[in-house]
């Protein structure tokens, strides 16, 4: 696609209820990130998927946040057993190592947990 | 890891310069990026500065790179009131590393 695609745009969710959010990189890209933002806060980073390379888990806050990569193209956030600190915007962005690295962000997933 | 600094503030009248600062603690990554996001918005990738240059112009976008001190710089001519939003920088760690990027500097253009 012509650019970065995540879904759905806006999620509520019950507190406990699990919840996937989608990404699309752009076509070819190797790399992909998953950062969440809360209101009013800079970038928390979550997870880097890097071609065939074991994902960079290291942001993760707890076991309850996994993520997957089919492929080497769509990617999918799941958060377990919602929290209400888990509302945010969760952005995705996807990057093509030998061009410049120059990562393209999504317009974001709004996850509220009421 | 990577730390990025940004100061979290900017005030400017409309018309004058904007300098947004960032300093980090590594240097070998191969570009350093800024980044702006406005209200409700994703990030959009503003311009980009490759680590061999000292500075970078792109019309009314000047990046400055001293790798010695470890300071990049966002300059911003005849800034306008649509130009206010947050602006972040970013770099990486090491080429097949992940992105590490500031708390974002925001800007307010007063007319």
């Known amino acids: 696609g012509a650019g970065v695609s995540q879904s759905p745009s806006n999620k509520v969710t019950e507190k406990g209820k699990d919840v996937e959010l989608r990404c699309d990189p752009i076509?070819?890209?190797?790399?992909l990130y998953w950062y969440r933002q809360s209101l009013g806060q800079g970038l928390e980073f979550l997870i880097y998927?890097?071609?065939?390379?074991?994902?960079?888990k290291s942001g993760l806050p707890s076991d309850r946040f996994s993520a997957e990569r089919t492929g080497g193209s769509v990617s999918t956030l799941t958060i377990q057993r919602t929290q209400q600190e888990d509302s945010a915007v969760y952005l995705c962005?996807?990057?093509?190592?030998?061009?410049?690295?120059?990562?393209?962000f999504g317009q974001g997933t709004r996850l509220t947990v009421v | 890891g990577e730390d990025v600094e940004q100061s979290l503030f900017l005030s400017v009248r409309e018309g004058d310069s904007s300098v947004i600062n960032c300093t980090y603690t590594?240097?070998?990554?191969?570009?350093l990026y800024w980044y702006k996001q406005e209200p409700g918005a994703g990030l959009q990738l503003l311009t980009y500065?490759?680590?061999?240059?000292d500075m970078k112009q792109d019309q009314r976008l000047t990046v400055l790179l001293n790798k010695k001190d470890k300071h990049l710089s966002l300059r911003i001519a005849d800034t306008q009131t649509g130009d206010s939003a947050i602006y972040f920088c970013?770099?990486?760690?090491?080429?097949?590393?992940?992105?590490?990027f500031g708390r974002g500097t925001q800007l307010t253009v007063w007319p």
């Open positions: 590594d240097s070998s990554s191969t570009y």
């Open positions: 076509s070819g890209h190797t790399a």
């Open positions: 970013a770099l990486k760690g090491s080429t097949l590393g992940r992105l590490y």
């Open positions: 998927f890097q071609g065939n390379s074991a994902p960079d």
């Open positions: 962005a996807s990057s093509q190592t030998r061009d410049r690295d120059l990562a393209f």
């Open positions: 500065i490759f680590s061999n240059m």
